[in-house]
């Protein structure tokens, strides 16, 4: 079964960047579309953002539209969230997730999480002076 493991997760200092990556150990990210959410304590979980299967159709929350990025590399079977000018209310615990998409589907970038079937265990990232 797919698994996913978040990493690049940290504190850092308002205005900062952090990297997140998503690994998918022994498995090609190829045919699956991926997405990035968060979660702040009492808080709702909130899409941040998605990537298609295929071609990288993009897709953002406004809350971080022009600082944050979304990438999936198949060769090396990871997806990317590069954070920048990060502010205190991005502090949050950041998760991946993936779904597996057929032909049909592969240009599609899913921001409900209910869409998705695979999660990794999340990322701590706190933005604080």
């Not at 990537?51 to 990025?69: E, L, M, N």
């Not at 990060?86 to 921001?111: F, H, Q």
Request: overall charge negative.
């Amino acid at each position: 079964q797919l698994q996913l493991v978040e990493s690049g997760g940290g504190l850092v200092q308002p205005g900062g960047s952090l990297r997140l990556s998503c690994a998918a150990p022994g498995y090609t990210l190829d045919y699956y579309a991926i997405g990035w959410f968060r979660q702040a304590p009492g808080k709702e979980r909130e899409g941040v953002a998605c990537i298609s299967r295929s071609d990288g159709t993009t897709h953002y929350a406004d809350s971080v539209k022009g600082r944050f990025t979304i990438s999936k590399d198949n060769a090396k079977n990871t997806g990317s969230l590069e954070m920048k000018s990060l502010k205190p209310e991005d502090t949050a615990n950041y998760y991946c997730a993936a779904v597996a998409v057929g032909d049909d589907s592969r240009l599609i970038c899913y921001s409900d999480p209910a869409a998705y079937d695979y999660w990794g265990q999340g990322t701590q990232v706190t933005v604080s002076s």
